[in-house]
Nanobody, 127 residues
Framework: QVQLVESGGGLVQAGGSLRLSCAAS????????MGWFRQAPGKEREFVAT????????DYSDSVKDRFTISRDNVKNTLYLQMNSLKPEDTAVYYC????????????????????WGQGTQVTVSS
């Protein structure tokens, strides 16, 4: 089992940047495909970005591609999401997610396939 704790959220103006972190404990994060999801008020949780165990496979939603960058440090047991050129529509609670997998290049894009969730961190982008 793994515990996930997000940090780095906050209030930022449109066009600004934030870096989210997700610290894992309990088991080494290298066992898991990792991802970021977000949920805005009144909306379903949606996929943002994902990275495989090896870091060799990454994927992004069309809405954040070319603005967000996902990365991981398996030594520090930490997942990151660098968010640039933020827009008001990026406002949401951002969740870190982990999927136990043997595959080095497997990623996780679907909330239903996530094994573990963090508690979430609020990101608010003002116009």
């Amino acid at each position: 089992q793994v515990q996930l704790v997000e940090s780095g959220g906050g209030l930022v103006q449109a066009g600004g940047s934030l870096r989210l972190s997700c610290a894992a404990s309990g088991r080494t994060v290298s066992r898991y495909a990792m991802g970021w999801f977000r949920q805005a008020p009144g909306k379903e949780r949606e996929f943002v970005a994902t990275i495989s165990r090896s870091g060799g496979s990454v994927d992004y939603s069309d809405s954040v591609k070319d603005r967000f960058t996902i990365s991981r440090d398996n030594v520090k047991n930490t997942l990151y999401l660098q968010m640039n050129s933020l827009k008001p529509e990026d406002t949401a609670v951002y969740y870190c997610a982990a999927k136990n997998t043997d595959g080095l290049y497997i990623v996780v894009r679907t909330p239903g396939r996530v094994d573990y969730w963090g508690q979430g961190t609020q990101v608010t982008v003002s116009s």
